[in-house]
């Protein structure tokens, strides 16, 4: 008998890194279209990690990542696990030279696997384009 399984979807590698940032206090804010960020989580209001969500860990998400450096302090990509297997050599080794972070996505279950660089100077300007709305108005990942 053929098991038929739902297709990932970007939305459900989201999920945990927003619950993720959630249980941490961090404000959550997804889909921010003006910076063209899946998801942008705020300490304090004034520290900000950027994630990039994708259901393939390929160098469009590692080029995404890259142009989202200047936005906040840490930028990471987030992909499910089993898109790791395989791929992650070249790719830690594009990522750590980058100071890119990588989340892993297993099960509904977030591990942070590469740590990212702090960039001091990001995030002078990503406030300004951060609204309450964002914070509940579609889910991370999501088309709309």
Sequence with gaps: MIKHTKPLLEVDIARPAVAYFHELQWEVYQEVQELNADIIAVFDKRLIHVVECKVHLNFKIIQQAIHRIGIGHWTSICVPSKACRGNLSIAKVVLQHFGIGLFEVDMGNISETIKPRM??????????????????????????
């Design 119 to 144: 960039n001091r100077r990001g995030g002078a300007n990503t406030f300004q384009y951060l609204h309450e709305r964002q914070k509940y108005y579609c889910e991370a990942g999501s088309p709309g």
